[in-house]
Each structure stands twice: as C-alpha cells, then as structure tokens.
C-alpha cells in the first residue's frame, strides 16, 4: 500500500521569499511517480510537477521545484520567489507502476502568501 | 487549453436520492478517473475506466455507485441512493495514457446530501 504524509497543515511565507512544503511517502514498489497538485479556493486541481522514482535529476517547473530524496522517502515541494497567487492548498501524490495509475493524495498543506 | 467539463458545478440532493455527475473528458483521451475530496480532507481514488470498462476501483465505490461512458463525450458518476456521508466535492480526470502525469481534473462537482 501507499502512504503520503503531508505534516505541515498551514504554512506562511513572506512575498518574494522561498518556501518548501515537505512531503514523505511509503511504497514498496520500486517504480513510482510523485507529484506535487495546487488546488485554490476555487476547488480546482492544478498540476504543478512531477518526478518519477528512476529520474536522476530533481524536476523543476518553472519557480517549481522537487527536491527528491529517494532513500529518505521525501518529495518536498520548493517555490521560489513567492507571489500572493501561490496561496492555495497543496497536495503531494503518488502513483505506482501497476494497474491504471490511479492516485494517492496526502492530506494538503495550505500556504498563505503574505503581503 | 483542452480541459476536462464538469456539471453541474454544486448540486444539492436529497438523502436517498439518485445523483448523476456528469463530466465532459478531453476529446483524445482514452483513460478516465473519478475521485472525492470530503471537505477539509484528502482527495481520494473512487473509480477508473479504460477501454469501455472498469479497470479499477477503491473500496469506497460500493454498490451504490456506477459509471457509464453512454456516448463517444460523456464520462457519468451515478450514485444510486445517496447517503449524507456522500457529500463531497467529485473530480473528474481523464488522460491520453495511463501514466497520472497526463492526468487532467475538472473543476469538481460539489455535492451536497440534506
């Protein structure tokens, strides 16, 4: 079975400023793919980044970026240069290599962008 | 920007009532998914439907639900008797392949059971 942790329920960072949403999963597949949702107050799910279990480099998006750490099991989610319409909920996911791909979320963490 | 329609957008249902959410996936797209978010909680896996079947589904997706693909643009969520617990927002998601990084979600469904 999968597991996302998410610990960070809320998170506040200055405009401008870096931020890192921490995300630790479990699995005992050995090919999965990670991936990092926005969903604003408008309920909708924006994908933001993904990074597969055998990828070499971190995936990087634009001011996103996921700092993968394969053997301690984390997926943290890094914005750079933070801007008001980063405030959101944020979900990290799982998926595995069998099946049709479905998806585990972890619980979300909401950041709020600060003036 | 092709992107996945849901409709209606909230619905409101009596308890024991059938619900049916209706989502319009990406034309080109092969692979469809629902999913539920109960408010203040995590998004979670109902149902996937491939090739005009279902090709996986959670333990949540009892009974009581259904999916049909009834034409060549419609992808429906049906829930047979609705319960309060079933109050949610539903996603609807569809991909060209079966890799969830091609995963596009709609806007959701909000449902509320009174």
Known sequence: AQKITQTQPGMFVQEKEAVTLDCTYDTSDPSYGLFWYKQPSSGEMIFLIYQGSYDQQNATEGRYSLNFQKARKSANLVISASQLGDSAMYFCAMSNSGGYQKVTFGTGTKLQVIP | ?114
Not at chain 2, 3 to 18: D, I, K, L, W
Not at chain 2, 44 to 62: A, G, M, Q, R
Not at chain 2, 67 to 89: C, H, Q, W, Y
Request: with cysteine.
């Open chain 2, 1 to 114: 920007e092709p992107e996945v329609t849901q409709t209606p957008s909230h619905q409101v249902t009596q308890m024991g009532q059938e619900v049916i959410l209706r989502c319009v996936p990406i034309s080109n797209h092969l692979y469809f998914y629902w999913y539920r978010q109960i408010l203040g909680q995590k998004v979670e896996f109902l149902v996937s439907f491939y090739n005009n079947e279902i090709s996986e589904k959670s333990e949540i997706f009892d009974d009581q639900f259904s999916v049909e693909r009834p034409d060549g643009s419609n992808f429906t969520l049906k829930i047979r008797s609705t319960k309060l617990e079933d109050s949610a927002m539903y996603f609807c998601a569809s991909s060209e392949t079966d890799h969830p990084r091609g995963y596009t979600f709609g806007s959701g469904t909000r449902l509320t059971v009174v």
